[in-house]
Structure formats: structure tokens, C-alpha cells
């Protein structure tokens, strides 16, 4: 080891400046020193097999010697005061056997809650986007941040921008939906919880955020991952980087992940355009940019822009990638490179102080270490759960309720068979782990009638075979004839109860990340339900029992033949810990749903691409071998009471480009319950330069309301922020002309429109 620091040095001074500090400690370093900053271990030892690769790099505490920029801890298997002693012994190790005494930072998973063992575990972000409530996302999202920092974590992967337009996708679940607008709001609210607000500078309770895919990467042709991402020029500046660019000015995120995909055949990791050009100069990033897994090295054996490991090294440094997760695979060979090249050091010298810098805003250098006895009393708490448990209620989607079969009064009925492969499932979605207290659908229906009501359970049918071998998946489908004697025990339960709750849809296994090793696979080519999940809704349909049909896994389902026949169907993703619970309490009425779908869900995987904001001219014609039109559109959903908008009205009919264009409506709660909704505001431009969606979402509000009880809503649109788009030269323009305000249940369902002039 190098001869210590010498002391009262200006770096390791806590009253010194930021800007001081980092001046003083950087012209100390070594090169190996440097490019350690850049570099990153895993505490997770099956993370490079995961990813298709051999085991790369030694262990954490043998590749230390000169520091090291980040130790991963996702996917944190341990119990939360293990997690604490494991990343408090690494902090021990830098601070006590390194020259620099260079603290590390600890990054993690949030996607959907902080990813370690008994954390506590939200909704996906699928579902989290149904609640279209903001607040509510925030407040989740400030739990997580506070559960990951008492476990040691500094940074979050977390959350996911990319749009989530083709359901097929296995990654679809840990998007926020199909929408621009939605994905932003929810984007934001999400970072600003992850970094306790907008200031961009988080406290000793939060944790930077680093959003991702920098960009595109949700858009794989044919919803295969690793597949091509052909994007126009108009497509990425319109609908794919506001959501990167809203994070970056009003968020003010610290960190953000590049994207496994190509921008325009550029593969994002060595874009320097994208990550320097563009986020950099254009729109004021001053955090750092971390890798997805492996995707430096990918630069190489995957995209093959590189002839070996140390071109992929040096485009992504030149690009302005900063941090090689999860192992440093090809930022070790820095110290090589800029030997052979000393013209790179002073690119180097930029992303290890903004590493550096990162490392000084968070404290890390006064007091790297957390309290081992204070996490058990954060994580899991009583007040998360709770938080958990209310977002889980308002991202449930009342999708079909004919007669008005739901709300179900529990004191009349005798019996209730809840059936189907996901009634006891405690699956809670792939970016998690595992909970000690996860609520079934068949708990939560149990524990809320007690003994009151007997409650039947029959499995009827599985979802799928399926187990991993030598990391290759194994699928097996199971004949009917296989089954059919547990089915049969099914619908006799069914017959002999007074109403049946029948839970479908798929599990994590097939619907998830198809990760890069060969076999692996998550996506889908239908969006039917897999196995004789089908044969069993409908022969429970068949006895006649009144029968509700639950939806749940990571992705809609296209199944037009049960809608049509279920009198109920309720959707719901993953929501999390809290699942059943949640569930029950809007089964029999203790809850009003209000959930709206985030996402179109098409009739079949041959209407795809479904989603609503595409050109106006991708829905002129219809299908010959289809009913035109979705299963269920964008924004869609019900309630058990009505909602009646009115007096939809600008407050003047023209406009100048840089005035506010103030919105207001009436909304009624015209039923006998409580309950919210979420009023859609759309935007049609009636003439522009180039062709555009018919209409786009550009606010929305989410309202609840007594009974009978009405409020006035009010929104304020900008006209270079939400008329704004890239017409001919590429160029952002806003124009003059008239355009039509909309506001509706779903963007198939307007019940207002009112219009103004922009001159």
C-alpha cells in the first residue's frame, strides 16, 4: 500500500468548498487511482452470469487497493442489518487499507421499492402509472430512497423512462406506459422522491436518482429485448427524450443509465452526441452517467462498433459514459489506454470528478457508514407499509362491471371459490425481492370476510412449467387433458359458491427481462393467456355463478372473448406487498377503484402498434379479420359511482405564443359513493406543417369527490412547453393556428371539447 495521506489536507477539510475540495484531491491522484473511481464491483457474485458473461473481475474486497467508484448491492438478498454490516465493512476497508481513504458509492434497484430482502414493496411501475397520482408516486418513492440509504445505498438505477408502447416487451411492467406526458409527471415524481426534491442535491435520508434507458430502448422492434430500436428523428425529439430532459432541468437528476440500444445505429454507450452534446452542453447535466450492465463491453462482442475491449473503453470515455457497471469490465483497461494515450487523461480527470463530486455532496467522506440498529425501525416500518398498501388501492383498474356486480356485499353471501394459478401467488414483479409479509388475493379476500363467509380455494389450471437450467428457460405447455381433472374440481367449486373470483394472467417468469445470456427469454410474441387459463374462465363462466375475472402479471392481456363473457373484470399488474389486501378492499367496497389504464391493451398482438398518440393517419383503416378499435384504450376505466364533466372553457379565445392558456372545467360526482376520477385533458392541433397525432394528452388531474359533491378544475398550459413539436428542418416550432381542447374519461371516451387561437 502507498504511504498515507499526509494530514489537514484541503479535501478531507468538511469546511472547505466543494469546488475546493475536489481541486485539492484530483492533481493526488494516481492514474490507477482514477480510473479506480470509474470502475465497480458487485456484491451480487451471479450478476456477470446473469448477464451472459463468465464471471468477470476478482472479488469486492481484492480489487479495492486503489479505491473503487461504486459497489453494486441490487437484488440485496440479505436481512436489512446484514445489508448494513456488509457495505459498512467495505466503507472500513477504503477508509483503513487505501492511500485516498476514497469512500465508495453503494448503488441499488428502486424500481419499484428498494430491491433488498424485506424491504418494503410497491406496485410496479405499470400499476403505479394506473393511479396516474403523482403525489402519491413520490410519496413511494421517498420510502424507497429512505429504506435504501439505511441500508447503505447511495444511488438508485431507478426509475425507468422509456415508453412502454408494445406490450409483447418482458420489460414492460417497469415502465410508466405508452405516454410522454404521463411518463414525465411520474418521472419526476419519482426522482423527487428518490432525491428528496428538486434541489439535485440529496440529504443523509435519500439517494441520487439515475434514470433509464438514455434513450430509446423501450421502442425494440417487435418487443424482443436487445433488438434494434429504429426511431425517427421527430419520434426521439418529441416523445422519447422529454421525459430524459424533464429529469435533467426540473427533476435535476444526479445520475442517469445509458440504454443497451443504438440511437440512429449509434449504440447509446459510445454516443457522444447523446450523452455529452446533448445532455451536457444542451441541457445543463452536471451528475454522472452510469453504464447498464455490461454494456460497455458490449460496445465490442455485441454491437461489434469496436475490434476489441479497449476501443469499446475509449469510445464510451470519449462519449462521456463515466461509470462501468457492474465490474468495471472494460474501464480496467483505462490505465493501459491512457498510457498509450496521456491526451485522454484530462477527458478521465471530468468523469472522476464528477464521480468525486458526487461522493462530496453526500457526506460520504465525513461519515461513509450507516446505523445498523436504526435500519431495522425504517425498513418495512408500519407507515410504508401503509403508503404501499393506499398506492396498491388506487392502481387497481375497474376494466368491466356489468349489472353493477362489484362492490360485492360480503354479508350476503354463504361461500366464495377464488380460483385460478394467481389466487395464492406472492409474486410482486422481477425488480424485487423477497418480502416476508406479501398478502395473496386469496388472503386479502380471506382475512377481510374472516368467518363470516366460507372461502373456497381450487388452483383449477397452472400458468406455465417453467424453470431455469443452466440459466436456459424451459417452457412447458400443458395439455388440456393433462389438467382437466383439477379444472373440473375447479368449476364444481365455482358451482357450489355463490360467486367466484377467478385470478389469471402470468407470473415472472413469462413476462420478464430476457437478460443477454443465449435461451433466456421474457417476451412475447401474443398477449393471450398462456396455458388453459382460458378453458378455466370459461367453463367457471359457463356455471352460471356471477364471476369476476382478476388480472394480474406484467403485461395486458388480450382476451376480447372473456371480457365479453365475464360480467366483472378487474386489472391490477404487480401490486406489490400489498396485494390482496388491496384487492379485497375494492372487491367489497371498502374501496372505490380509480385506477386508469396507462397503456392501450389491443384485441390481439396483430393491432400492434396500438398505442393512442401515433399519427392520425396510422388509424384510417381498420383490419379485415378484426373489430376496429382496442380492447380497452389509454386513460380507460371505471368506477362505482359516475362522474359527470361540464363547461369545459378557456378564459379568452386568442392567445399570444407567450401567454399562459388558462383551462377550467366542472366536475360532478353524480353518484351515491365517493370516489375519484381522473379528468383527461387532450390536445388536438387542427393544422400544422407536419403530420401529428390527432390528439395528446397535455394534463390531467386526479379529483375525489363526495357524493353528488362538484369542484371546478383548472389547468394552465404553455404553449412552447405543450403546442410545441419538431417540424420541417428539425426544428422546434410552435405555431400559430387553432387548436381544440378535449377532455374525456379515456382518450376514446371525450365528453367536452372547447377551442382557442395561438397567434
Sequence with gaps: MSSPVPPNVRYLDPTASLEERLDDLLPRMTLAEKVAQLTSASLRVSAATEEGLAEVGAAV??????????????????????SVEEVNSIQRLLRENTRLKIPALIGSECAHGNAGYNSTNFPVPLAMASSWNPALIQQAFDVAARESRSRGSHEAHSPVLDLGRDPRWGRIEETFGEDTYLTTQMGIAAITGLQGGSSGQPDANHVIASPKHFAGYGQVAGGRNFAATPIDTKTLFDEILPPFEAAVKIARTQGLMASHCDVDSV???????????LLRDQ???????????????????FHHV?????????????????????????????????????TLEPILDQSVRRILRLKFMLGLFEDPFVDPEQVEHIVGCSAHRQVAQDLAEE???????????????????????????????IETGGYSMPHDDVVSILAGITDFVGDTVEVRHAEGCKIADIEQVDLRTVFRRFELAEELPQIEHAVAVAQASDVAIVCVGGNIKTAMEAFFVPGIKGDRSTLDLLGNQRELVMRVLATGTPTIVVLMGGRPYSIPDIVEQAPAVLNTFYLGQCHGTAIARVLFGACNPSGRLPITVPRSAGQLPAYYSQKAVSFYKDYLDEQPGPLFPFGFGLSYTTFIFSDLKTNKPIYDREEHIEVTLTVNNSGSRRGATVVQLYCHDKIASVVRPDQLLVRFAKVSLDPFQSTTVSFTLNAHQDLSFTGTGQRRVVEPGEFEIRVGHSCRNIVQKTAFELR
Design 267 to 277: 449504440p447509446a454507450h459510445g454516443n457522444r452526441w447523446l450523452l455529452t452534446d
Design 306 to 342: 469496436a475490434a476489441n475491449v479497449k476501443e469499446a473503453a475509449k469510445m464510451a470515455l470519449l462519449a462521456g459514459l463515466d461509470l462501468d457497471l457492474p465490474a468495471g469490465a472494460a474501464y480496467a483497461k483505462l490505465v493501459e489506454i491512457v498510457r498509450e494515450d496521456p
Design 61 to 82: 474486497r481484492d480489487r479495492i487497493e486503489h479505491g473503487i467508484g461504486q459497489i453494486e448491492n441490487t437484488f440485496d438478498f440479505r436481512t436489512p442489518r446484514a
Design 395 to 425: 392502481c387497481i383498474t375497474l376494466l368491466k362491471n356489468d349489472h353493477d356486480l362489484l362492490p360485492l356485499n360480503h354479508t350476503s353471501l354463504r361461500s366464495i371459490a377464488v380460483i385460478g394459478p394467481n389466487a395464492a401467488s
Design 283 to 301: 441541457w445543463g447535466f452536471e451528475g454522472m452517467v452510469v453504464s447498464d450492465y455490461y454494456d460497455v463491453l458490449r460496445l465490442d462482442i
